[in-house]
């Protein structure tokens, strides 16, 4: 039996909006993934921790409060001293397109706005799953 692909869903931050990050994390347990949803407010070393201990192939930020510049960097240094450089992440929300490249160079995997279909989330993470970061 092959092991289910494991997400976890986070919202760092004060953000107390959780709906996107709900819906997403039905839709990625509906496509047959186990899904962590951390809940609100939490800290870049919580959800690294959280990665860490719940052995997550991704990672999902939903960031809807306008700091995805100043939180990203942070998960991801965070994640990397963990060891948890092949853990994929990626950012939903509220992301001004002129921040997804600077984004992708720190190492975000994808980053998916307002209005995304789920099942392009579901086909990104197979992928991501499939094809390990270098």
């Given at each position: 039996?092959?092991?289910?692909?494991?997400?976890?869903?986070?919202?760092?931050?004060?953000?107390?909006?959780?709906?996107?990050?709900?819906?997403?994390?039905?839709?990625?347990?509906?496509?047959?993934?186990?899904?962590?949803?951390?809940?609100?407010?939490?800290?870049?070393?919580?959800?690294?921790?959280?990665?860490?201990?719940?052995?997550?192939?991704?990672?999902?930020?939903?960031?809807?409060?306008?700091?995805?510049?100043?939180?990203?960097?942070?998960?991801?240094?965070?994640?990397?001293?963990?060891?948890?450089?092949?853990?994929?992440?990626?950012?939903?929300?509220?992301?001004?397109?002129?921040?997804?490249?600077?984004?992708?160079?720190?190492?975000?995997?994808?980053?998916?706005?307002?209005?995304?279909?789920?099942?392009d989330v579901v086909t990104f993470i197979?992928?991501a799953v499939d094809e390990p970061t270098?």
């Amino acid at each position: 039996m092959e092991r289910k692909i494991r997400v976890l869903i986070a919202k760092p931050g004060l953000d107390g909006h959780d709906r996107g990050a709900k819906v997403v994390a039905r839709a990625l347990r509906d496509a047959g993934m186990e899904v962590i949803y951390t809940g609100l407010r939490q800290t870049p070393p919580m959800i690294a921790e959280a990665a860490l201990q719940e052995d997550v192939d991704v990672v999902g930020l939903s960031i809807l409060s306008g700091a995805h510049m100043a939180l990203v960097p942070r998960v991801l240094e965070e994640m990397r001293r963990r060891g948890l450089d092949d853990v994929a992440l990626f950012v939903g929300g509220i992301i001004p397109p002129d921040d997804v490249a600077p984004l992708k160079e720190m190492g975000v995997r994808e980053v998916f706005g307002p209005g995304t279909n789920t099942h392009d989330v579901v086909t990104f993470i197979r992928q991501a799953v499939d094809e390990p970061t270098a």
